[in-house]
């Protein structure tokens, strides 16, 4: 097993501050390249919300020697694959194509990285502020229980905490966003010093390091990032949020201030959040769903950030069953978990799975490269692989009792979403 979470990288830094993280792997005549921007929702402020993620859309619209959309046309012809994500605390734009196209990645990405504002126009800032709202339309206001998130983390998290807005932005921010504003956030947080590039496959080393000094060597260093302010929080009581929607069935949703991602705690609660919901004969699903029948849909899960992590239990109601009948049987399983504890069967059956997951997601080169990068940034070491395992097989079931009495006994967020031809429960 050690041989296997092993990763031979090679990591070093540009003068400009760039990090590099090189991962040779000839088995396939493949390359998987990632770069990791250290900004998210979480650098917005209030009032100015949703500039990271348009960001995710801005850096696919050409730079000063790349034509609009040809970033996507260049990778796709050479049958390769790309996109990008954003989060609360980074975004990230990753590729995979055959590996003799390495030149044309490092291209594109030092291009948009040292030549994106220089053909950055008002008409394309416009078209991608549309793009965005329409987006927000689709997955957020006009989505079946689409404003959930939006609703319990903006009452989770105070105003002055950076995970208080949604990554998307509030429709008004994001309509507010001006020319100027996007080249601020863009010189502030799109540098080299603030980014980190991981390059995996079928590469040569020496030819690999020179490529990227040529590509990514002469781009400017910016100032230092200043760090996120991020104040502790509780909840003093139980917040209980209804909101109406145009969905058939009502659903309730539980969340809690937990702990960051990495952190002792949070593997014990992600092996809480299997036993809970992740199978059929998990704790929540056997009981709402088969047993009860009370439930169409159920889920719990830990979510990790690095400002904060919240645990959170979800469950759609079936048609004339109230939520109060799947919150009282919601809670009395908790209770029980918290009294009783949890079986050596339920413990090993949880470590197997998360277990084969993660030697699985080691056998796809984009994910492994993913991996690297999101070590790297929060633990500062991208061979976290054996530590990132073996912190779940520490875990032992009075670890998992502990978590679910400290964390899931305290005040939470309840939000319920209704038919809107509900308007009482």
Do not use: C
């Amino acid at each position: 097993m050690d041989d296997i979470l092993k990763i031979n990288y090679e990591k070093y830094s540009l003068d400009n501050g760039l990090e590099v993280i090189l991962y040779p792997d000839k088995s396939l005549p493949i390359l998987a390249a990632n770069i990791w921007y250290r900004v998210g929702s979480a650098n917005e402020t209030k009032g100015k919300t949703g500039f990271a993620h348009l960001f995710e859309h801005m850096m696919f619209q050409g730079s000063k020697h790349v034509p609009k959309q040809m970033h996507f046309k260049y990778i796709q012809e050479a049958g390769g694959n790309l996109n990008g994500t954003t989060s609360t605390d980074r975004t990230n734009y990753y590729q995979s194509l055959p590996s003799n196209y390495l030149e044309m990645v490092l291209w594109l990405e030092s291009d948009r990285m040292g030549f994106l504002i220089p053909a950055l126009g008002q008409d394309k800032l416009d078209n991608q502020i549309d793009v965005v709202k329409n987006e927000r339309r689709q997955r957020y206001d006009n989505a079946p229980y689409g404003m959930a998130w939006e609703i319990i983390f903006s009452n989770l998290y105070p105003e002055n905490h950076p995970y208080h807005w949604p990554t998307i932005g509030y429709m008004q921010d994001i309509s507010n966003i001006t020319l100027s504003d996007v080249k601020d956030f863009f010189h502030t947080y799109y540098v080299p010093n603030n980014a980190s590039l991981v390059i995996g496959g079928d590469i040569n080393i020496p030819k690999t390091k020179e490529l990227v000094q040529r590509y990514f060597g002469p781009i400017p260093r910016g100032n230092s990032v200043k760090e996120v302010f991020a104040p502790e929080v509780s909840l003093e009581k139980n917040v209980s949020l209804i909101h109406e929607d145009n969905v058939q069935l009502p659903r309730i949703y539980f969340a809690w201030h937990t702990t960051n991602a990495y952190t002792d705690q949070d593997a014990a609660l992600d092996i809480l959040s299997y036993i809970l919901s992740s199978s059929k004969n998990s704790r929540l699903y056997k009981t709402l769903i088969f047993e009860e029948e009370i439930a169409q849909d159920i889920s719990a899960f830990q979510h990790s950030a690095k400002y904060g992590g919240s645990f959170v239990i979800v469950a759609t109601a079936r048609p004339g069953i109230s939520l109060d009948q799947i919150k009282e049987e919601v809670f009395r399983q908790l209770d029980l978990l918290i009294e009783n504890g949890i079986s050596p069967e339920e413990m090993e059956k949880a470590k197997n799975n998360i277990k084969a997951s993660f030697i699985f997601s080691m056998q796809n080169l984009n994910s492994l490269v993913n991996h690297l990068n999101e070590y790297n940034f929060f633990l500062k070491d991208p061979d976290s692989f054996h530590f990132d395992l073996e912190r779940y097989q520490k875990v032992d079931a009075e670890a998992i009792r502990k978590a679910a009495e400290e964390f899931l006994r305290k005040p939470y967020v309840e939000l319920r979403i209704l038919p809107k031809s509900i308007t009482q429960e």
